[in-house]
């Protein structure tokens, strides 16, 4: 029975790291991830979900108030819905990037599907917008090793995750957000989002106005938000 025991242990060890490879932003298991941007004196929010109705149009005038640019990884059926905030989005020089198209959880999905999510989004993003975005954002991070050959059937040339992860579609992570942010530092990529993938016109005043506060702080400590582009 003792002879299992390294058996079974190289099985665990082996689902771990599997596991952590799925989930883990920094993981490079299954392929290149950005996590963070070279800069000395740059930032690059994110917002991920939208477009929102309710939030993204006010969202894009407070970046514009505090001269800060940011790239929203929107969902395609949002975009569909909502065209005219996502040619918006690009017109106020924000980067528009590829969140799938209904949010899918990809970890398990086959590669064809993928694509068919990925492509979905693509095109609702191109019709919106006029470009056809190279970045892409795998719901809640999940990915595994099908989402490369899918990425590259859909013209996309990178996965991006994060360094900074601002829990902002809960009550919890809501409370925890000043101090989330309070974290920030140069080379961050930071996730804050300006919808819900389960509807449309879900509140998200208090992102907006932990924002309000951070971005002219942030400016004082030299710190720019650019583009991921």
């Known amino acids: 029975m003792t002879a299992w025991i390294p058996i079974a242990a190289s099985i665990s060890g082996a689902a771990g790291l599997l596991s952590w490879g799925a989930v883990h932003p920094a ?38 108030r505090e001269n800060a640019k940011a790239t929203f990884f929107v969902i395609g059926r949002w975009v569909r819905a909502c065209p005219g905030i996502v040619a918006e989005i690009a017109a106020r020089g924000h980067g528009v990037a590829n969140h799938t198209d209904t ?45 490369r050959p899918a990425l590259v059937r859909s013209g996309l040339s990178d996965v991006v995750t994060w360094s900074v992860m601002g829990r902002d579609w809960s009550a919890r992570g809501t409370r925890d957000l000043h101090h989330a942010l309070h974290r920030v ?45």
């Open 185 to 229: 530092r140069a080379g961050d990529i930071v996730v804050l989002h300006d919808g819900y993938h389960g509807r449309l016109n879900v509140d998200r005043t208090p992102t907006l106005d932990a924002l309000a506060y951070w971005l002219p702080r942030w400016r004082d400590r030299g710190l720019r938000s650019v583009t991921l582009d």
């Open 27 to 64: 993981s490079h298991l299954f392929g290149p991830t950005i996590t963070r941007i070279p800069s000395l004196d740059r930032i690059a929010l994110t917002f991920d979900d939208g477009p929102n109705p309710a939030v993204t149009p006010r969202l894009l005038d407070l970046l514009e």
């Open 103 to 147: 949010h899918a959880n990809l970890t398990f999905l086959p590669p064809r599907t993928i694509a068919r999510e990925l492509m979905a989004c693509q095109n609702a993003i191109d019709g919106a917008a006029g470009r056809r975005p190279r970045l892409m954002r795998p719901p809640f991070g999940f990915r595994g090793p099908q989402l």
